[in-house]
């Protein structure tokens, strides 16, 4: 099924924008392909540059936050497919998009959003990589003070988890509860509450258990004041100058994976509704159930999020399948049954129209 709201790369217009009002100088010469025409190109032929962009800007006013707190540390930044900072290398790997405008458009055309698309996303992002980043420039994890707090930075990453909402144990800075992942990603969420600028964290965080975990960060920054790190390798990890994948390969995969991801959320929040054993003789089909309110919990969802009809109905049918395939059925009585449905089909709705992708289901 096609994800609802979303363009399929084969049928992407072929035509070349319309030109501009006033046209400027073109720093690359594919600024002005179609969207089709720039999804042929590999990653190397891009030619892109931090140089003279504003994640360059971007980058110094991170360079100039580590520095007012006394930290000689400068992570060095390179392009690449995604977000990250590998473990033991002090720098930061961003996406390849957001070096130029033409780029942003298309990912957000492809994808519905852009990760750290605006100048306050892209410095608190580069804040929580940055303390990836100075975790390995100086090997902080391995001070026992690190673990005490955070835990062992050994732990297995998982590849989902289930955060507590209301747990106050973990500061909040990306969104979704990511403190909680992984004690790596609890330190790099921590350091970057406590590198903010004019942050208010002493009084947002007092009454707070994770008040503590910023303590620690302050008493590690204090210690590396000044010093230089002992780890200053300058290696690139997938910098897209080597990559020959071209733009189309890298999201049909993104896309793909994306798909899988909300699939593994419908199937968590099916489980939660209906029962994978049947509970008692002559209990309904889950399907069955879906299917025979199909047309009422879609127009209730589509009304209620201002979507297109037919998104939601193409969401409805990718549970029905699901239940049937997993033979799902109803436990509990049919009422609730339907009104948890509509709960779980205004999810996932909401999840797709806006280009969510959680990382875990909730």
């Known amino acids: 099924m096609p994800k609802p709201g979303l363009h399929s790369l084969d049928s992407l217009d072929a035509r070349a924008r319309p030109p501009a009002r006033k046209r400027r100088a073109l720093r690359y010469p594919w600024e002005s392909l179609s969207d089709g025409q720039l999804l042929s190109l590999r990653f190397r032929d891009l030619g892109l540059r931090i140089a003279g962009t504003e994640l360059e800007r971007a980058i110094e006013r991170l360079y100039a936050e580590l520095a007012t707190r006394g930290i000689r540390f400068r992570p060095h930044c390179w392009l690449s497919q995604e977000w990250f900072s590998p473990d033991g290398i002090p720098g930061i790997a961003i996406p390849f998009y957001l070096a130029h405008p033409r780029l942003i458009r298309?990912?957000?055309?492809?994808?519905?959003?852009?990760?750290?698309?605006?100048?306050n996303w892209l410095m608190r992002i580069l804040r929580h990589e940055a303390g990836h980043a100075i975790d390995s420039a100086y090997r902080i994890r391995r001070r026992r003070g690190w673990r005490e707090v955070f835990g062992p930075a050994s732990l297995p990453y998982p590849d989902t988890y289930r955060p507590r909402p209301g747990s106050r144990r973990f500061?909040?800075?990306?969104?979704?509860?990511?403190?909680?992942?992984?004690?790596?990603?609890?330190?790099?969420?921590?350091?970057?509450?406590?590198?903010?600028p004019k942050s208010d964290w002493r009084k947002s965080y007092a009454e707070w258990p994770a008040f503590n975990k910023l303590n620690v960060v302050e008493e590690l920054m204090t210690s590396v004041r000044g010093q230089r790190p002992p780890v200053r390798n300058r290696l690139k990890i997938e910098p897209i100058e080597h990559n020959t994948r071209t733009l189309a390969q890298h999201y049909r995969r993104k896309l793909a994976h994306n798909r899988q991801i909300r699939l593994g959320l419908a199937d968590e929040l099916l489980r939660r509704i209906f029962s994978a054993e049947r509970p008692r003789k002559g209990a309904v089909r889950a399907a069955s159930l879906l299917r025979s309110h199909k047309t009422p919990l879609i127009a209730a969802v589509a009304r209620e999020l201002s979507m297109e009809r037919y998104s939601v109905q193409q969401i409805l049918r990718m549970l029905i399948e699901r239940c049937a395939t997993q033979k799902l059925y109803v436990r509990g009585g049919r009422r609730d049954a339907v009104a948890h449905s509509r709960w779980m089909l205004?999810?996932?709705?909401?999840?797709?129209?806006?280009?969510?992708t959680p990382l875990l289901p909730l």
């Open 106 to 119: 298309l990912e957000r055309r492809l994808m519905r959003e852009v990760e750290g698309g605006n100048r």
């Open 171 to 196: 500061v909040q800075h990306l969104g979704a509860w990511y403190a909680q992942a992984h004690p790596t990603e609890d330190f790099a969420e921590t350091f970057a509450v406590w590198l903010k």
């Open 346 to 356: 205004g999810r996932l709705a909401s999840l797709y129209s806006q280009g969510e």
